[in-house]
Each structure stands twice: as structure tokens, then as C-alpha cells.
């Protein structure tokens, strides 16, 4: 049995030790109880974003620099990252507003991708060579073309004109044939980002009962007259709704729209997952955005931020969450570039200027999940006798173990894990977080 340990304090980054199991059955205090035949939903797997801002950001390193950036995340000695995403048409984090077509194109005789070239799919190939095989992409639109929405614009909201609606399904559906031509599958797609916010950059709003008429009414359709086998998920946006609307979502015949995705915003919302998990088990859950807001946070705090991503995952994971998407894979030394100066972490920061990588503790907390936590894992029962350890245990395709310890507190935490009969001892130190791998013990 493996301890894995990250402890950034002590300067420690998935420090290894190992740990035996011993036969103790009467242990009755103090324990973290697994059990491997209790088992709940599946794992998809982990990623990011690529979006042209951490395209851009990367263009600036050498190449050596670059493929090390790329293997961080991606390689097998790297985080292991496998399901990511992407945007259709600008984002915030692009250096400009643009779209795939001229102004008022309804026929799209204008339409390519090519402008995606310059800063974004060199980075999606690279990733995709650094993965290997299995490599899977989300695609988002954050705003249709201008000449298709109420405002005349691509930022500060706006919707979709109901006539436009078979021209934008059309639209993405060219988008999706367009990558595949050049090389880069993409397999999930959403309806839009954070269809309740208006923006000041690149947004556009939808109700609920929208969403789900243009998705069944419309881009299905159009996907299957095209014959894309591509996924579609609803919401996009935070979990503080994610239940009410999916009651809307899936009433009736919901057939075509195979599960929602999910934003971190508004704060933890757990149960609003439960409940949907409960009574949707057919639908699946995705986290598909969320990042450390500059406006939030400095680089004084770098631990918060990390224990940040991890008691979201904790908490998510053990509440239906098949796949966890981080926001921007990389960003420059100021948090962008972003054209409306929206500006972010991420965990890797590209120091342009100096040319340095710079993995951040959040990177290392989303590895004791990612690299540990393979690709159609399954998520097992768990048992603690406090909630100053936060936790969450998967069984791989393989039979081994994976136990996520999170201790945020100031002291340390004693656990015993019990497995069946056996037990180990381990303590966990004040802020850290801890991978507990067990390969020998195949169930």
C-alpha cells in the first residue's frame, strides 16, 4: 500500500511512503471505513480547458518549455489528464471577440475554423500527442454570431432570434465536422455557457424550457442528420440550480440530451446534485468550469485555493459528479490575456517574460485525484468518524484503491482506514492532502 502526500508547507509534492495493512477487526475508534462493494456512479475522467488564452500564453515558451507545460498535464508521468474542454467561437478568455463567419453570412458560405490555427488546436494536437490514445473533448458556445442574437452583439447577453435556431444547430454541427477534419474529435457538446448570466464579455441567455426545445427541437436533430454520435449536456452554469432545471430538462421524452454540466460559483450546493443523482440516475453529471477568480484571491492564499478545488471535488464526486473539468489549463504571469480583463488562476502559470513554468499547489491537489483515479473507476462507499478529514474512494477497472484524505485544518488528524478486516494507521499534518493506493489488494 502507497501513501501518497502532498504537504506544501514542508515543500512536499506527491511524496511517497509506504503502509501495510495489519488485522485488527475490533477496531472500533478513530476509523475511515472503505467499502469496495458499494459502489455508485463511474468516472469519466479529468481535465481542462484549452481556450485561446492559455493557447496564446503557451506560444510564448520555447519548445522545450512548451512540451514541458503539455506533459505536466497530459503525459502519463503528468496528471494524466484525458476529458477536456473547449470553446466554440471567442470566450472570455480570447484575446478578441470572433466567430467562424462574416457578419450576417446566413448562408455560412464564410464558415471556417481556420483562425483556431494560430493559438488553439497547436495546443490541443500537442496535448493530444502527449495523451496518447483517448483524448476526449467538450465543446461550449459562449455566444452565437452577432447577427443572430436580440442585442446585435456577442457580449452583455442577448438570445438566440427563434428563427436562427436551425442556422445555429447547422452552425455547430459544421464546427464539429470542421475539427474532426483536422484531426480533433470532440464528443460532448453544451448548449451554452452559463445560459443564465449576462456578461460583459461573450453570453448569451436562456431559459431552461430553451435550452431543452433547441436541443431536442434542434441541434439533435441536426447532429444525427449529419451523423455525429456527439453527446449533449444542458446548464453549464452553477449548482445552485441544477436540480430545478433538471426537472425541466428531462420531463417527457429526454432522450437526446444525455446529462448536464456544472459550475462552482455559487458555492458548494452538493445536495442539489444528491437529488438529481437520485432521480435522474439515467443522467450523468459533469463539472465542466471553475477557476480561482483574481478578484477573490491573491498569491497569498495559494493553500486555500488548492484545498478549494479539492473539497469541491470531494464533495462533488461523492455526490454523482462522473468528471471533473478545470477552467484554463494555462495562463500567463498576470492571470489572461482576456479581453474584457477578466483575469484568473490557473494551475500552471506561464511566466512569459522569464520563461517559467510554474505549477501551482492546485495542481498537485487536482493530481490526487487525476493521476491516481483512472478513466472508468468507480466510486465506492465510505465511512468517516469526523468532518475534520474530508474523503472519497474509488475502485479502478483494475481492482486497486484509491482513497482521497483532505485534512484543512490547523492540527493534525489521526485515521485508522479499515478495509474489511484490516486497518492502517496514518496521520495526516495540518493542511495537506493525502492519496491512499492500494494495488496488491485487487477486489
Not at 484549452?50 to 503539455?70: D, H, I, K, M, P
Not at 480570447?94 to 471556417?112: H, I, K, M, P, Q
Not at 452583455?156 to 483536422?182: D, T
Not at 426537472?247 to 444525455?258: A, C, H, L, N, Q
Amino acid at each position: 500500500m502507497k501513501i501518497i502526500t502532498t504537504d506544501a508547507a514542508a515543500g512536499r509534492f506527491f511524496h511517497e511512503t509506504a503502509a501495510v495493512w495489519k488485522e485488527e477487526p475490533d477496531r472500533e475508534n478513530g476509523l475511515v471505513t472503505i467499502y469496495p462493494e458499494k459502489q455508485y456512479q463511474s468516472v469519466l475522467g479529468f481535465g481542462g480547458a484549452f481556450t485561446q488564452a492559455a493557447g496564446y500564453a503557451w506560444s510564448a515558451l520555447n519548445s522545450e518549455q512548451r512540451s514541458e507545460a503539455v506533459n505536466a498535464y497530459f503525459s502519463a508521468d503528468g496528471l494524466g489528464y484525458r476529458f477536456c474542454r473547449t470553446h466554440i467561437n471567442s470566450c472570455d478568455f480570447s484575446l478578441r471577440n470572433y466567430c467562424y463567419v462574416s457578419d450576417g453570412d446566413e448562408a455560412l458560405s464564410t464558415f471556417s475554423t481556420d483562425c483556431d490555427e494560430e493559438y488553439l488546436l497547436p495546443l490541443i494536437r500537442q496535448a493530444k500527442e502527449a495523451a496518447g490514445e483517448g483524448l476526449c473533448l467538450l465543446a461550449t458556445p459562449w455566444s452565437p454570431p452577432p447577427f443572430m442574437k436580440t442585442n446585435g452583439e456577442m457580449n452583455h447577453g442577448g438570445k438566440l432570434k427563434p428563427e436562427y435556431r436551425n442556422l445555429w444547430a447547422e452552425y455547430i454541427v459544421r464546427y464539429l465536422i470542421s475539427y474532426r477534419e483536422k484531426g480533433i474529435r470532440v464528443g460532448y457538446v453544451s448548449v451554452q455557457n452559463e445560459p443564465k448570466a449576462v456578461q460583459t464579455w461573450d453570453s448569451c441567455v436562456y431559459t431552461p424550457k430553451e435550452e431543452r426545445d433547441f436541443a431536442l427541437g434542434y441541434l439533435k436533430p441536426a447532429l444525427d442528420r449529419a451523423g455525429l454520435d456527439v453527446k449533449i449536456l444542458l446548464w453549464d452554469h452553477n449548482k445552485e440550480r441544477v436540480y430545478e432545471n433538471a426537472k425541466t430538462y428531462f420531463e417527457g421524452d429526454s432522450e437526446g440530451i444525455w446529462g448536464m454540466g456544472f459550475h462552482w460559483y455559487s458555492g458548494d450546493h452538493f445536495e442539489n446534485l444528491q437529488m438529481v443523482s437520485e432521480d435522474y440516475p439515467e443522467k450523468s453529471l459533469i463539472f465542466t468550469e471553475g477557476c480561482v477568480e483574481y478578484s477573490r484571491f491573491d498569491r497569498n492564499n495559494l493553500q486555500q485555493q488548492a484545498e478549494m478545488y479539492a473539497h469541491d471535488m470531494i464533495g462533488n464526486f461523492n455526490h454523482g459528479c462522473r468528471a471533473h473539468i478545470d477552467w484554463n489549463l494555462f495562463l500567463d504571469e498576470n492571470g489572461g490575456p482576456n479581453h474584457v480583463g477578466n483575469y484568473c488562476a490557473a494551475p500552471i502559470m506561464l511566466h512569459t517574460k522569464d520563461h517559467r513554468v510554474e505549477r501551482q499547489p492546485s495542481y498537485y491537489y487536482i493530481g490526487h485525484f487525476s493521476r491516481y483515479v483512472k478513466p472508468g473507476a468507480v466510486r465506492i462507499g465510505i465511512s468517516r468518524y469526523t468532518s475534520e478529514v474530508e474523503a472519497c474512494s474509488f475502485l479502478n477497472p483494475d481492482g486497486s484503491l484509491a482513497l482521497i484524505l483532505l485534512n484543512r485544518e490547523d492540527h493534525p488528524v489521526e485515521v485508522v482506514l479499515r478495509h474489511r478486516t484490516k486497518t492502517s494507521a496514518l496521520e495526516l499534518a495540518p493542511h495537506t492532502i493525502v492519496t491512499v493506493t492500494d494495488e496488491g489488494e485487487k477486489q
